[in-house]
Nanobody
Framework: VQLQASGGGLVQPGGSLRLSCAASGIIFSWYDMNWYRQAPGKERELVAGIRKGGQTNYADSVQGRFTISRTNTNNSVYLQMNMLKPEDTAVYYC?????????WGQGTQVTVSS
């Protein structure tokens, strides 16, 4: 199983980034997909999730700014991040969940700074 995250980078406050996570080795449509992030010195936290049926949920801190989506035909999940703030700086990880089967991607760095 491999989850390959990409799309991170350096962006100014107020800017946008789109993260992608491509999955292989799983039946993607069977899995709930989530984005987590971990900032230096902080615990990893859930940012957004999308269930296999398409229902979404967001952390309060990103509600209205971030949008999670998925394309089962491409085995991919996305995180559109708008109006980025310095406090969004973190390593972002995708995660696939199906009961006791949990898989993590390698993470992609997002830095929001002027």
């Amino acid at each position: 199983v491999q989850l390959q995250a990409s799309g991170g980078g350096l962006v100014q406050p107020g800017g946008s980034l789109r993260l992608s996570c491509a999955a292989s080795g799983i039946i993607f449509s069977w899995y709930d997909m989530n984005w987590y992030r971990q900032a230096p010195g902080k615990e990893r936290e859930l940012v957004a999730g999308i269930r296999k049926g398409g229902q979404t949920n967001y952390a309060d801190s990103v509600q209205g700014r971030f949008t999670i989506s998925r394309t089962n035909t491409n085995n991919s999940v996305y995180l559109q991040m708008n109006m980025l703030k310095p406090e969004d700086t973190a390593v972002y990880y995708c995660r696939a969940d199906r009961g006791r089967s949990i898989y993590w991607g390698q993470g992609t760095q997002v830095t929001v700074s002027s």
